[in-house]
Nanobody
Framework: QVQLVESGGGLVQPGGSQRLSCAVSGSIFSFTSMGWYRQAPGKERELVAV???????NYADSVKGRFTISRDITKNMMYLQMNGLKPEDTAVYYCNANRRPPYPKGIDYWGKGTLVTVSS
């Protein structure tokens, strides 16, 4: 049973920083990719950042240059460092792990989410 547990959400002022963590049961290498998604009130869930098994990363245009995804293989942890936070970054942030095969989309595993609120 795959378990993903997020932590690190909370209230932060505009321009501030926050680091989210995702604890992964099992080896991170067992997944094809891992990522962070977010869902703002009234909006669909969207991809924020993804890190592939080989370590390559990709970001949504809205967070490029501000957010950094990383992982600690020895601890089976994934992180999202968020700098220069804006009110529009307010959302529930979800940890995701994807395993392929099966192709094409594989199997997605999700955490329960952690709320980040950017407000003064």
């Amino acid at each position: 049973q795959v378990q993903l547990v997020e932590s690190g959400g909370g209230l932060v002022q505009p321009g501030g920083s926050q680091r989210l963590s995702c604890a992964v049961s099992g080896s991170i290498f067992s997944f094809t990719s891992m990522g962070w998604y977010r869902q703002a009130p009234g909006k669909e869930r969207e991809l924020v950042a993804v890190i592939a098994n080989i370590g390559s990363t990709n970001y949504a245009d809205s967070v490029k240059g501000r957010f950094t995804i990383s992982r600690d293989i020895t601890k089976n942890m994934m992180y999202l460092q968020m700098n220069g936070l804006k009110p529009e970054d307010t959302a529930v942030y979800y940890c995701n792990a994807n395993r392929r095969p099966p192709y094409p989309k594989g199997i997605d595993y999700w955490g329960k989410g952690t709320l980040v609120t950017v407000s003064s």
